[in-house]
Every structure is written in structure tokens, then in C-alpha cells.
T-cell receptor, first 116, second 112 residues
Framework: GAGVSQSPSNKVTEKGKDVELRCDPISGHTALYWYRQSLGQGLEFLIYFQGNSAPDKSGLPSDRFSAERTGGSVSTLTIQRTQQEDSAVYLC??????????????FGPGTRLTVT | GENVEQHPSTLSVQEGDSAVIKCTYSDSASNYFPWYKQELGKGPQLIIDIRSNVGEKKDQRIAVTLNKTAKHFSLHITETQPEDSAVYFCAASRRGADGLTFGKGTHLIIQP
């Protein structure tokens, strides 16, 4: 079946501009996660959604980062006033319902963001 | 919070030999330990996972072992093949719904 999809696959933006990254989870998966992968920091957890709510926002690096999820499906990650240090690959993962100990997370291909 | 250490950062083995990657974690409450394989330009792919009530799990040429007392877990790949070449990440989480904490990754190179 269809896996997690993300768009765009690549995004180049100028410093100071806002960007929106999109994630379509696996159908029926109620949990959705955003991660960031960069050379210096490895894979970092950003935010997690259960349904449309985000009980854990602890990983967002600054208030320029926000995320929402509508209809328990598609999610968007928004970065305002982008900085060069925001350059990274942004990965989305989804997990099946119901949440349980050790629910598997399945990743999308990622969006490579380059801030010039 | 959780901290996951992974070794080695690079591992080169002859095709057909075995490869072992080791990880340690700091949070004794962690109870879920997945392993991911990432090929260039792609997202991480879940290859095997283990939960804290199990000491070992096998899936064909891949096995994972967990020592809760020592807080370490390992990935074992036997009869390595060229397509096993990739970056492998270990991870840990405390609850099913938490974000995963990843190790820094191991670049596995299979020499023909």
C-alpha cells in the first residue's frame, strides 16, 4: 500500500522567507511525527500529533516553528523567517492506531530544505 | 532526557561476513528499541525492533539483542550482501507515543 508521502521533495528559499512542508501519513495511522535530520545534529524529534492535537511540542527548536494537522490526516510544518541553520532534511513519520507501547513509526522520504 | 550512543560510526566488512552495531541508552524507562536503515536520498526504513519484555528477536539474516540491565542493544547482520550497504540508526523511546531518540548512525560498507 501507499507509504508516507511528503512534499515538496526539495525546497530552496531565501533567508527570512516562510516555508510550508506537507506530510500525508499512511491511511488509518492516527499518530504523526516530524523529525529533522542535519549533519551536525543527526535525527531530532520535533513534534508529535495524536489525531489533530499535539500533546508534545517539546522538540520544536524555536517559536518560528509551528505545525498543524487537520482531519486527523495531512500535517503541515511551517517555518517562519527562515534562517540558514534551518537547512536540513525534514522527515515525517506515522504510526498505527491505537497508540501502544512501542508502536512502529514509518518514515516518508523527507523534504530537503536549503536556506540561502 | 534519553541519550543514545551508537558505535562504530563506520563499519567495513567483507561480503558474506557478519556485522554488529552496538547502542547504549541512558533512560531505564525506555522500553522500545527500533533499528532503521537509510539509503542515500531516502527516508529511514524500519528493519527490526524489540521491546523490553524480549531479550532477542530474529528476522532472517537480521537479529537484535537487548540487555536491560546493562542498558544496551545490538544489531547483528549475518551473511552480509552488497545491498546491506547503508547508514543504520538505532533508537529508543519511553512510551509508544513519544518521539524516538536516535543514535548518530553507523555507515556500513560491504566490501565485495
Amino acid at each position: 500500500g501507499a507509504g508516507v508521502s511528503q512534499s515538496p521533495s526539495n525546497k530552496v528559499t531565501e533567508k527570512g522567507k516562510d516555508v510550508e512542508l506537507r506530510c500525508d501519513p499512511i491511511s488509518g495511522h492516527t499518530a504523526l511525527y516530524w523529525y529533522r535530520q542535519s549533519l551536525g545534529q543527526g535525527l531530532e524529534f520535533l513534534i508529535y500529533f495524536q489525531g489533530n492535537s499535539a500533546p508534545d511540542k517539546s522538540g520544536l527548536p524555536s517559536d518560528r516553528f509551528s505545525a498543524e494537522r487537520t482531519g486527523g490526516s495531512v500535517s503541515t510544518l511551517t517555518i517562519q523567517r527562515t534562517q540558514q541553520e534551518d537547512s536540513a532534511v525534514y522527515l515525517c513519520a506515522s504510526s498505527p492506531s491505537p497508540p501502544r507501547v512501542g508502536a512502529e513509526q514509518y518514515f516518508g522520504p523527507g523534504t530537503r530544505l536549503t536556506v540561502t | 532526557g534519553e541519550n543514545v550512543e551508537q558505535h562504530p560510526s563506520t563499519l567495513s566488512v567483507q561480503e558474506g561476513d557478519s556485522a554488529v552495531i552496538k547502542c547504549t541508552y541512558s533512560d531505564s524507562a525506555s522500553n522500545y528499541f527500533p533499528w532503521y536503515k537509510q539509503e542515500l536520498g531516502k527516508g529511514p526504513q524500519l528493519i527490526i525492533d524489540i521491546r523490553s519484555n524480549v531479550g532477542e528477536k530474529k528476522d532472517q539474516r537480521i537479529a537484535v539483542t537487548l540487555n536491560k540491565t546493562a542498558k544496551h542493544f545490538s544489531l547483528h547482520i549475518t551473511e552480509t550482501q552488497p545491498e546491506d550497504s547503508a547508514v543504520y540508526f538505532c533508537a529508543a523511546s519511553r512510551r509508544g507515543a513519544d518521539g524516538l531518540t536516535f543514535g548518530k548512525g553507523t555507515h556500513l560498507i560491504i566490501q565485495p
